[in-house]
Nanobody, 125 residues
């Protein structure tokens, strides 16, 4: 199984920034789609952002578009999520995920076989 380790979470004030990282045990070029999901207390896990290995295809949830940016460093087998202008409603556990095929919906969490352990992001007002 592919191992994904996500990190970089923390506690910040509203308007602050965080950069999450997701390191994969396999080269990310074989993981055509990598994504970030998040889960707030009492809520379902929801899509945040995703990217193909070349970043030629990207997608963002409406709630984060313009504030979050996904990137990948395939030489380090690492994906990043730069989060700017954080809001209290961004508070959640953030999970990285990966899948080989791009021919399933990138927003569909059930299509991702590989997951990180999650990293907590807390934004205070």
């Amino acid at each position: 199984q592919v191992q994904l380790v996500d990190s970089g979470g923390g506690s910040v004030q509203a308007g602050g920034s965080l950069r999450l990282s997701c390191a994969a045990s396999r080269r990310t070029s074989t993981m055509y789609i990598m994504a970030w999901f998040r889960q707030a207390p009492g809520k379902d896990r929801e899509f945040v952002a995703a990217s193909s290995w070349s970043t030629s295809v990207t997608g963002y949830a409406d709630a984060v578009r313009g504030r979050f940016a996904i990137s990948r460093d395939n030489t380090k087998n690492t994906m990043y999520l730069q989060m700017n202008n954080l809001k209290p409603e961004d508070t959640a556990v953030y999970y990285c995920a990966a899948k080989v095929t791009e021919f399933t919906p990138i927003r569909d969490r059930t299509s991702y076989p590989y997951w990180g352990q999650g990293t907590q992001v807390t934004v205070s007002s």
